[in-house]
């Protein structure tokens, strides 16, 4: 009779040692997975070293490079074309356009320090005719140190600059942070209705899309 084949103890041990580095090579990259399509665009954005706060209400040194009358507040919206964040938002800022345009001039500032994208191919991601700026400096001006970033002002003074929303998709009506600072210019009321978490910038780093 033939005996039963006994496995060597270091056959076992090896299997063992395989099975454990499979799993845990495969929670590395979901953990990996997880970092890079979720929880890093939850996280605030770092504040530069050299950041000059801008408050809402200041008076604003500022030429807007657009054909405007002056006759309606202005919503800036600071985009960039590289930053996921900044894609996360398109659909939301479009419907702000559909809803408030007659109400506000809207015009895009892209961030675009390489120059790889033209005023076409940005309005072409929106599919909407905004005037689009590539000037950096308004960035500067208004306080804004990542993407995506609203502002609004109300004759060359800040009225708002902050967050879309808490969502990164503007889902959440309940901090819908951008359209309720519409809603309260065109109601003339100046306090606004949200609290610090509005104004904390979450998104990608300016100039350049990083987000760390």
Known sequence: MNQPSRQRPGSNLLRKLLLAMILGISLSGISWLFWTHELKYQLPTAVPSNYQQVQPGSSLAISLPFDMNGEKP?????????????????????????????????AIVAMNPDQRYSVADIQDR???????????????????????????????????????????????????????????????????????????????????????
């Open 126 to 212: 929106f599919d909407l005719k905004l005037p689009v700026s590539f000037d950096t400096t308004l960035a500067t001006t208004c306080g804004v140190y990542s993407t995506p970033q609203a502002v609004i002002i109300e004759q060359n003074k800040l009225f708002f600059r902050g967050n879309y929303n808490k969502s990164r998709y503007c889902t959440d009506p309940e901090t819908n942070y951008a359209q309720m600072a519409i809603d309260s210019l065109l109601l003339h009321k100046n306090n606004l209705p949200f609290g610090p978490l509005a104004f904390k910038a979450y998104g990608c780093e300016l100039p350049t899309c990083n987000k760390q």
């Open 74 to 106: 202005v919503f800036l919206h600071f985009f960039n074309p590289d930053c996921p964040c900044s894609k996360f938002n398109i659909r939301h800022f479009k419907e702000l356009v559909a809803t408030y345009g007659n109400a506000l001039d809207f």
